[in-house]
Every structure is written in C-alpha cells, then in structure tokens.
C-alpha cells in the first residue's frame, strides 16, 4: 500500500472514531485504531506513530485536503467533532473535484475494448447523476485501429491473467507453414503501435514468449497446469525494449547515432527511448548526436530507419552494417 492509501486509510480511521460519540478518545485511542486498520487491511503490525496521528489532525483540520474537519480538544486530553454531524466522507465535491472527474471519465471512455469498462459504465452513469457530472465532447483521443484483428481475445485473456490461470494457446506466427500449440503462463498485454501482444511463460521450460493476438486462433483455460510467475519478468523488464521484442539470443547495447537539423529537434523532444541523451550539438548545422541503451531488436531498427537519411547510426558496429543493409536493400528495390 502506498504512504498515499496508508493516509487515507488513516484519515477514515480517524473519521470513523470521532463519529462514534458512545466513547471518549484520547490521542492513544486514535493511534491504536489506525494502527489496528492498518493491521486488519494490509496485515502490517506496524504502531503507526504519535507523531503520525498528530499530523493526521492538523491535516484533516486544514484546508488542504478540502476536509478542514472541526476536530477539538475538550478537557484537555479527548478528541472530538465540535458538529456531531460532520464527517468527511459527506463532503461535497468542489467544482474543480467535478471538473478532475470529468476529466478522468474522457479518459475511462477510451478504453472501451476492454468488457471491464463496460462493467463500469453504470457506475459511471451513477457517479454522473449523483454530483452532477457534465457530458461533453471527449477532448482526449488515443490512436487506435477498430478493424485490428485478434481483439477479440483481449478480455479473454485479461481475465486469465487476473484468475492467474494457465492457458492453451494455438498460434499461427507468420513464417510458419502451420499452427502451433503452446501452454503458457500469461503475465502481461501489451500494446504496440495498435497491435496486442500477450507475454507468457510457456509450461515446462519457463521460456518467455509473446504472441500477438492477431495471430492467435485460440485460447483456451488449462486449470489443470499449476500456475507459475518467472521472477525475471518484473516491472523492470521493459526498461532497455523498444517495442515488444526481447530475448537471449537480441545483445543489448549503447547505441550513439546523429541526427541531421531536420530530425535532430524532433527526436531531442520525443526521444526514441527513455535512456536517450544528447552527447553532441554540432551548432553550426543544427545536427546532434544522441546515445540509447537498447535491445537491439526488429522494432529499434524500424524506428531508426523510420528517419531516413535523417539519422546515422555510428555504433556499435553490427548495428551499423545492419542499417547498411537494409537501406541498400530498399534502394535496390527503387533502382
């Protein structure tokens, strides 16, 4: 639980112990209560501190929160509401909470893939009615492709992976002549340039796989395989991927390339990749030379030769001669 939610948590602990007005509390009583929270929702037999508690207060009595609770001392040692009838929980919303509400629903209203937002849709209505939400025209848009084939395992398999159930899929790769069978342990879906990949560990050797989901031709619950996480795909796994594409077999490296004026601006604003820093400014032409700690993999090619001549790549060497070739190859292709 985050020190945010451990707030919270504290917060409506506190709330609920004011409330009751059948007892007296002192600050021991609230410091306890918290802590007892803390322990019946996280199993953390952690003694939220005084000091803590003290904190809490100050802050639910401010402004800061929206609460500005009216919390007094009365004979020196008990807390309580000087209003009976107060509790932070009948708070109304601001019009700048209804206004991030607003905000929040345009953003929930894109993900309509997903049976899960549709679950959630009387509940939006609800929320709508109850503090008077506004409807308006969607102002965010994500890029997305309707006639995208395989969608329709995307809940499918979202399920499995929240059931963390073990999965027969028969897959059709592109270079393959014929279908092919495998048992995995589905961890993580993934989108890439409006294609889904579902990321795996097949059954036996713990091999990672990812299957795109337009390539899938069936997927069905195997509860009988006994479900298993590998520990190496961790939150962590993605840092030096571009795209979806990693395995032994693809070495990682620093890769320093140079950018012409006419790219140089727009990659220096959107980098290719979360390691990228700038080493060089040629000032005199506009050009720059950039570094990248990545997998060398199919979609960190297509992304450098998505430049054109606008980009170089210097090094490491086998990156090079493989740009080489490539743009030799499409040269051919236009002679």
Request: proline share 4%; hydrophobic share 35%; charged share 30%.
């Amino acid at each position: 639980m985050s020190q945010n939610k451990n707030a919270l948590l504290r917060y409506h602990t506190i709330d609920r112990c004011l409330r009751n007005t059948a007892r007296r509390w002192t600050l021991q009583d609230l410091v306890d209560a918290c802590s007892d929270a803390l322990y019946e929702y996280e199993g953390k037999d952690d003694q939220v501190s005084v000091r803590t508690v003290q904190l809490d207060l100050q802050m639910m009595r401010s402004d800061r929160l929206g609460y500005e609770a009216p919390i007094e001392v009365y004979e020196r040692k008990y807390y309580r509401y000087s209003d009976p009838d107060y509790s932070i929980s009948r708070l109304p919303l601001s019009s700048h909470d209804i206004e991030l509400l607003n905000g929040a629903i345009d953003i929930l209203r894109r993900f309509d893939e997903f049976d899960r937002y549709h679950d959630m849709a009387d509940v939006v209505s609800r929320l709508q009615d109850r503090v008077a939400l506004t409807e308006r025209r969607p102002i965010v848009d994500f890029e997305r492709n309707r006639r995208l084939k395989g969608l329709e395992w995307l809940n499918v398999i979202y399920d499995f992976i929240s059931s963390r159930t073990t999965i027969r899929v028969v897959y059709h790769s592109f270079n393959a002549r014929h279908p092919s069978e495998y048992f995995i342990f589905p961890y993580l879906l993934k989108e890439y340039r409006n294609r889904w990949f579902v990321f795996g560990s097949r059954a036996g050797d713990m091999k990672l796989f990812n299957f795109a989901l337009d390539r899938i031709l069936e997927v069905n619950p195997c509860p009988d395989i006994p479900y298993r996480d590998d520990p190496d795909f961790d939150d962590h796994f993605f840092d030096d991927v571009i795209g979806v594409t990693k395995h032994s077999r693809l070495p990682k490296a620093t890769v320093r390339f140079w950018a012409d004026s006419s790219q140089a601006s727009y990659i220096l604003t959107k980098p290719v990749h979360d390691s990228q820093r700038c080493v060089d400014r040629c000032n005199d032409d506009g050009s720059m030379t950039f570094e990248v700690d990545v997998v060398l993999n199919p979609e960190f090619y297509a992304v450098m030769m998505s430049f054109g001549g606008g980009v170089k790549v210097l090094s490491p060497k086998s990156a090079v001669t493989r740009m080489r070739d490539m743009f030799r190859k499409g040269a051919n292709i236009y002679g």
